[in-house]
């Protein structure tokens, strides 16, 4: 034991010696962290001086800011008053110098009423006609004067009023004449060009065989991106090509472009065929292919019946006629009895009947076929017609309009087929029928001319 105690004494002295040395390094850091407060704080101190003198600082301006604010609001709430009281005897005046102008106008007051009434229509009125597009300087003018009258407190002058008066006059002036004069014309492709534009009184603008519309807008004449029918136009060429004093025929529109909006909406031949859809197609097809067929039964058969008159004129049978053909039969078999004979010539008859009578069944279906055709389109139309009814109602006319175009185009595309197509077909069957009566007549008098030989030689 006396061992132990000795070997632990030296140890308990080493640690006592190392807690020593760290206890002294950790009071040399605490101290240094105090320095840091001390430091800190006296560095907040002068912060929280320094925040504390501007807020006194702004405090005192603020004193001042509000004081002449202050101040402020004071002038100004005797501005008002003051303000106020001008208004008021501003309006006293007013009153009384409205009343004394009134006093003064009189009568005058009615007119000048009338004259403010005046110059808005006119304004109206000129923008829509087309003799603005020649004189363009008087649609600012009545503008200017339409509103300087709209207000109470000015008049129009006496020159104002007579140019008033002098551009009515102008206009019911010029809209007896027809004039013409150099304009940018705008094209339908939207190209401005210059050109010569004639001017039939306040009706129509016409330019190289087209009609023209002015835009008060633009201050412009274009074309019109569709022209009417051809008569129309053709009336414009007579006027561009006639003399001064010289009378032609053209076609006005009195109503300023209504008239013309609905000559330009209706339909042509081409879009009264499409209308007609696929089945007027087909219609039409076969309309064409009825005509080339009726065509050539018609040319044949007339070349035919002059061949088969110049052979009975001949005495000489041809080959290149159904009755020189038939002669020929006979010429060949002239030692037969009759009866063979009559047989042959039968045959030869019944073998030209073909040539003669092809295509003319065929004309005779289209004809049948064509209004049944029309009859199917009819139907697809109205089909049509009442399904947009079920999905639209019948509230917009033009969402039933397609259908019954079709309806219409079809059956008046099948009629207009089958019609001709009869009469070509009657033609046609009548003159095959009258070349086969020939043959007929000319075989039996052939017949007749043997059987009286026979029996000649049968008396001798």
Known sequence: MSNMKTLCLPMICLCLLAFNAGAAAAVQDLDTLLELVKQGKLA??????????????????????????????????????????????????TAELEAALTERLGSLKELFGALQQVAGDTTSNFENSVISAQFKDRGEFLSGLAQKMGTSSQLASIEEMERLWFELQREMTESGKVVRFASTVVDQSGVEQQGDVIRVGAFNLVSDGKYLRYNHNTDKVAELVRQPSGRFTETTRDLASASPGELVQFGIDPSRGTLLEALIKEPNLRERVESGGVVGYIIILVGILALLLALERLITLSVTRSKVKSQMKSSEAKSNNP?????????????????????????????????????IPLLKIIAVAAPLMGLLGTVIGMILTFQAITLFGTGDPKLMAGGISQALVTTVLGLLVAIPTVFMHSIASTMAKGVIHTLEEQSAGLIAQRMEQQEHGRTA
Not at 70 to 82: G, H, L
Not at 334 to 353: F, N
């Open 44 to 93: 907040e101190d002068r912060e929280n001086q320094a925040r504390e003198a501007r807020f006194k600082a702004a405090e005192n301006d603020q004193a001042r800011l509000l004081a002449e604010a202050r101040a402020t609001r004071e002038q100004e709430e005797k501005r008002s008053v003051e303000l106020e009281k001008t208004f008021e005897e501003n309006e006293q005046t």
């Open 323 to 359: 009755l020189g053909r038939v002669l020929t039969v006979h010429k060949d078999n002239r030692a037969m009895d009759p009866d063979t004979l009559e047989l042959k010539l039968a045959e030869a008859i019944i073998r030209e009947r073909p040539r003669l009578e092809r295509f």
